[in-house]
Nanobody
Framework: QVTLVESGGGSVQTGGSLTLSCGVYGYRYGYRSLCMAWFRQAPGKEREAVATIAGDGSTTYTDDVQGRFTISRDKTKNFLYLQMNNLKPDDTAKYSC??????????????WGQGTQVTVSS
């Protein structure tokens, strides 16, 4: 049973920072080489991919967070992170991590966490 558990969400003011964490539990075979990603979904909006990190460490970001967010992973501790700086009210959403099927990133993901809420006030 693979489980992803997010933490680190909260409420901050515009310009503040948060670091989200995602623990990967129960994966027995080399998850560390698989693509992982952070998604977010705001009320009334579709879920969107915020950042991805492939098995080789290459990263992608949606234009809106480029330069403000950083995705990283600690392969020894089975954790994925999202450092979020200079937060804006439009960043308010529920953030979820996801684990993919292969080393390269694709639109399909195999496992999802329950999410953690991020609220940014003006």
């Amino acid at each position: 049973q693979v489980t992803l558990v997010e933490s680190g969400g909260g409420s901050v003011q515009t310009g503040g920072s948060l670091t989200l964490s995602c623990g990967v539990y129960g994966y027995r075979y080399g998850y560390r080489s698989l693509c992982m990603a952070w998604f977010r979904q705001a009320p009334g909006k579709e879920r969107e991919a915020v950042a991805t990190i492939a098995g080789d460490g290459s990263t992608t970001y949606t234009d809106d967070v480029q330069g403000r967010f950083t995705i990283s992973r600690d392969k020894t501790k089975n954790f994925l992170y999202l450092q979020m700086n200079n937060l804006k009210p439009d960043d308010t959403a529920k953030y979820s991590c996801a684990l993919g099927y292969r080393e390269t990133c694709s639109p399909e993901f195999n496992y999802w966490g329950q999410g953690t809420q991020v609220t940014v006030s003006s």
